[in-house]
Each structure stands twice: as C-alpha cells, then as structure tokens.
C-alpha cells in the first residue's frame, strides 16, 4: 500500500510539474512574439483564476444540482451513515453531508474544496447491490478524494488549462496580426528566429490538446492514489477490488451523469471505454488496471 501510495504521488507532481513549464515555455515565446514579457503570463493567470474562482467556490452546490442528489439524515439511511461516519473517524475527518441519487445504476462521487465542506453522494443502486464491505471501500476512496485535496488539485489544472488556452489563443492571433513584424524579425534573426516562430506556431496549435492530456492524466493518477488510500483507510483491499469488478459489471446506465460530471464519479458512468487513444482522454483508469493494483497489495 505505502509502495503504490507513494508512487501515485510522485507520478502526479511530475504531471503537474510538466504543466507548469508547458505553461512558462508558452509564456515566453508569446512574450518572444509580442514584446510582453512576462505580462503574457501574468495576465493569462489573471483571467484563468477569475474565470474560475466562483465556480470553484460553488462547486459542490452546481454538482449536486447538475446530479439531481438530496440530502438524506441517519434516521433514513442509518446503514450509509454508520459506514461512512466510521470511515470519517478512521481517517480523522470531519463526517461528511451524505446526498443520495434516486437511481438503481450503482456508482458514488465525492466533492467539496476542503473536508469541512465535503459531501458524499452515492446512488439508490450502490446501496442496494454492494455488500458492507464492499460499500466500506468505495466510501473509502470517496474519503479519499477528500483527505487528499483532489476536488483543490483538479480545480488547479483546469486553471492552467485555461492558462493553455489563452496563451495558445493569444499566440496564434499574434501569427495572424503581426505576420509581417514576425518574417521581418525571423529575416533580421537568421535561422534562430525562422526556427522561434515555428516552435511557436506548433506549440500554439498542440498545446491546448497536450494540456487537456495531461488533465486527464492527473485525473486518472488521482484514481489510482484514492484507491490506494481507500484500500489503507479499510485494511482490506479485496472490499473495494470486488465493488470495482461488480460496478464494472453493471452496464445500466446512469441518467443523472453527464460528460462535465462523469469524471467525479468512482467508475467511469457514461459508455465503456474501449481502445488506446479513448483512454488517453478517459478521466478513469481501466478498472482491471485498478483491480490488478489493490490485488498486489
């Protein structure tokens, strides 16, 4: 467990760092192309952050909205609230608000910025078809997203998603206003600035899909971390290995998910995904990949 923890975190601050300089490299061959400087920057992270503060701060609300989840109290669901209030002080949480989705499909997600304002949300199907200890590992893994700040460190990457975007967006307007600035400086350069220009020009054009990899590759690392938190939170990795392989299993669809909320969820809700560059920009991992990973623990 300690071994697949520690690696999942280094994998994730290694994607994460990649971004970073994806970022600065943009940043400086815009500044190269426009005489910015280092405003190019500054302002991308300017208008990223603003275009995203309030929404992060609503996030859970436009979710639970979005997944038509109600709230529910122990004496409804005392079964769920025993599990999850067990697992809260097992980990040294603050007891997460408990949502439920009127649905047989099974699934679960987690959200809020930090622990104090965390929810829980499972279906009506989670709770019907998963034994105690199977229940036990995937709100383990719901734990998960929380103790570690994951709902924080995905709001971080679709900020510099954005920061991508606009830096790319910035860019290429730059080749198509600036045109004749840009061959007269690419003359006055030689080769070094005809070769600047072409970096810029590719760079522009991939960076915003190379970002939105990368998102998807942090998303998926942080499914594997959660489920090896999950699995060290229950002492028991065949709980959540088992609750994987029957939520794999059940093919009915859930009504509520869609592709902006699909990615919170433990298992992937929408269609199965099937072929290398469909999991390149799936947000979860192949469940037998994650079923083969609590297996060696």
């Not at 669901?77 to 989705?101: D, F, Q, S, T």
């Not at 971390?225 to 065949?238: E, S, V």
């Not at 669809?253 to 592709?259: S, T």
Request: proline fraction near 4%; charged fraction near 20%.
């Amino acid at each position: 467990m300690y071994k697949q923890i520690s690696s999942n975190k280094w994998k994730s601050f290694f994607l994460i760092l990649f971004f970073l300089c994806l970022i600065f490299v943009l940043a400086w061959l815009l500044g190269e192309q426009t005489g910015l400087g280092s405003q190019a920057l500054i302002l991308a992270v300017i208008i990223a952050v603003a275009m995203t503060f309030g929404s992060y701060y609503a996030s859970d609300k436009i979710v639970l909205a979005i997944s038509r989840a109600k709230p529910v109290e122990k004496k409804d669901y005392p079964y769920l609230y025993n599990v999850v209030e067990g697992l809260a002080i097992a980990g040294g949480l603050p007891k997460p608000r408990c949502y439920i989705i009127d649905d047989t499909a099974p699934n679960a997600f987690a959200s809020g910025r930090n622990p104090k304002n965390s929810v829980i949300v499972v279906t009506k199907g989670l709770l019907q078809k998963l034994n105690r200890a199977e229940l036990e590992g995937v709100i383990a893994h719901e734990m998960a997203h929380i103790k570690n700040y994951d709902v924080l460190l995905m709001t971080l990457t679709v900020v510099m998603v954005g920061v991508v975007v606009l830096l790319s967006d910035w860019m290429l307007r730059s080749f198509i206003w600036g045109g004749g600035k840009r061959r007269r400086s690419s003359k006055e350069g030689g080769n070094a600035g005809a070769i600047l220009v072409v970096v810029g020009l590719v760079l522009a054009i991939l960076s915003p899909l190379i970002a939105q990899l990368i998102r998807l590759a942090v998303s998926r690392k942080r499914e594997f971390l959660a489920d090896a938190n999950g699995a060290f939170l229950t002492r028991y990795p065949p709980g959540l290995a088992s609750a994987l392989k029957k939520l794999d299993a059940d093919k009915e669809p859930l009504e509520a998910a869609n592709k902006a909320t699909a990615h919170l969820y433990i298992v992937n809700p929408l269609k199965d995904i099937k072929g290398v560059v469909n999991k390149m920009y799936s947000t979860h991992p192949p469940i037998e990949e994650r079923v083969a990973a609590l297996e060696k623990m």
